[in-house]
């Protein structure tokens, strides 16, 4: 079975950080988190389905199912804590 990124967070998983100017500290997130939060500042609206095909390119349509439900999951769980921290313009919109 092959995992994908957006399955699980790992420990292991690099750790990068987004600039919050509502707290002047940087936020720290794994990978799944900043390709989100780039997608989310650089498109009208959300496509986890989009990026989920561009992400699993070569996989078979189950894992592209999965990535794109962990990144619906994601967009969920985190897009209105960074509107509230700064990090993601209030012009955002998480909305699928």
């Avoid at 609206?45 to 990535?67: F, V």
């Amino acid at each position: 079975m092959i995992r994908l990124p957006f399955e699980e967070e790992e420990t292991a998983m690099p750790v990068m950080a987004l600039a919050a100017s509502g707290t002047g500290m940087p936020l720290p997130c794994p990978m799944p988190d900043l390709f989100a939060a780039a997608r989310l500042e650089e498109e009208q609206a959300a496509d986890p389905a989009s990026w989920a095909a561009m992400l699993g390119e070569g996989r078979s349509e189950a894992e592209q199912q999965r990535l794109d439900a962990s990144i619906v999951r994601l967009i969920a769980e985190r897009a209105p804590i960074r509107q509230r921290l700064v990090v993601l313009s209030s012009s955002v919109s998480p909305a699928f």
